[in-house]
């Protein structure tokens, strides 16, 4: 009887584990499609010396709002200590690939050099299925990123393993106005 109860104790203990590692897996594999990555990265440099800013590099930021907080729930404790970490303020890495690194930033939206910020519209994983819609947006209007305000849906499909995408639409939006 207490294998089982450790058993169940474990089980749900890493669910919620197991639900971030899929939520990041989907994210991961809709943010790098070609026709993806071409809207949401940028080619990042920042004002100031390093460590008060980003290295230079293409990058994405992620928002954490309330849909993102729903996989992540404690991802603002994680980024209030972002700096003892990762020597960056209120900002962490979430996805560190060649073609770009996708960083999950709270306190700097106000930062002018971030030119394109993601916000979850929605983001749904039930068993081998999932979907998720975001969309691009700015603090401050940036006419040079008019053309990538963009609202993306994708739903994808788990085969052996493997997320892969069996749906994916790139709208245009209007730009933001400030």
């Known amino acids: 009887m207490r294998q089982l109860y450790l058993f169940f104790s474990l089980a749900f203990t890493l669910s919620p584990l197991c639900a971030q590692d899929a939520a990041k897996k989907v994210i991961e594999k809709v943010f790098y499609e070609k026709k993806v990555r071409e809207v949401i990265f940028f080619e990042y440099q920042g004002t100031g010396q390093w460590p008060h800013r980003l290295r230079d590099g293409v990058y994405a930021f992620i ?63 039930e068993g081998e299925k999932a979907i998720l819609i975001f969309h691009t947006t700015s603090v401050m209007a940036k006419k040079d990123s008019a053309v990538k305000y963009v609202r993306i849906k994708a739903m994808l499909n788990k085969v052996d393993e493997e997320w892969k995408l069996i749906k994916l639409r790139v709208i245009n939006i209007p730009a933001p106005r400030n």
């Open 63 to 125: 928002l954490p709002d309330s849909i993102f907080r729903g996989q992540y729930p404690n991802i603002l404790n994680e980024l209030a200590a972002s700096w003892a970490n990762e020597q960056m303020l209120s900002t962490k890495t979430f996805i560190a690939r060649k073609e770009g690194t996708v960083f999950i930033t709270n306190g700097s939206v106000g930062n002018g050099t971030y030119k394109l910020l993601i916000r979850f519209d929605k983001l749904k994983i």
